[in-house]
């Protein structure tokens, strides 16, 4: 384990597991859809969420697009700033397309309340949401998800694409950063 890791949350193979349940539940979903002709767009919320949509992305038997898009809320501190900007936007067009935004982590849910309400104004047939994780946080806007991968606690979480000032991403399991290396 890394040394700045206090404790490991979800190992390599609960994350896989998990991923690979996901992909089971959107492949059941969507898989009618895109047989009628519909097209599924899966939208990776940069950078935190890059791993997770590769997975998630490969455990889907649907065939779909692959989008990206950078929004930024948070600086390289670890606190939310409710601030929210896209920094980088989808390449294509969502029009008349079933999105499915993959996040890394609901906090405050100010980051996807705003993505949510942008999408929606460029006519998709429809918006959901998969979180790989949920902090069990108070006041947390109320964001309706097709899936969440974990619920995890109130603490500072790295690894498996989350990071804190853009380290530990690359560790592939998810565990609690150490309160001394931010604080
Ligand atoms: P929210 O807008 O407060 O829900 O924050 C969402 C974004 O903040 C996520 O997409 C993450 O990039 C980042 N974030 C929130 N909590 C954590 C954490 O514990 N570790 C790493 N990033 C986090
Ligand atoms: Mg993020």
Do not use: W
Not at 43 to 48: E, N
Not at 56 to 75: C, F, I, K, N, Q
Not at 147 to 176: M, S, T, W
């Amino acid at each position: 384990m890394h040394k700045d890791i206090r404790e490991i949350l979800f190992t390599e193979d609960e994350i896989a597991e998990r991923v690979a349940q996901i992909g089971g539940e959107l492949t059941d979903k969507y898989s009618k859809l895109v047989a009628e002709g519909e097209s599924v767009v899966l939208v990776c919320v940069l950078r935190g969420a890059a791993i997770f949509m590769a997975d998630l992305a490969r455990a889907t038997e649907v065939p779909m697009e692959m989008d990206y898009m950078a929004v930024s809320s948070y600086g390289s501190g670890a606190k939310s700033s409710g601030v929210v900007r896209i920094v980088k936007d989808l390449t294509a067009s969502i029009e008349g397309k079933h999105v499915i935004v993959a996040e890394d982590i609901l906090d405050t849910g100010l980051t996807l309340q705003f993505l949510i309400e942008n999408l929606q104004t460029r006519n998709p047939a429809s918006v959901e949401v998969v979180s790989l994780l949920r902090k069990n946080v108070k006041g947390q806007a109320p964001i309706r998800c097709l899936q969440i991968g974990f619920e995890c606690p109130d603490e500072f979480i790295v690894g498996y694409g989350l990071d804190y000032a853009e380290r530990y991403r690359n560790l592939p399991y998810i565990g609690v950063l150490r309160p001394e290396v931010y604080r």
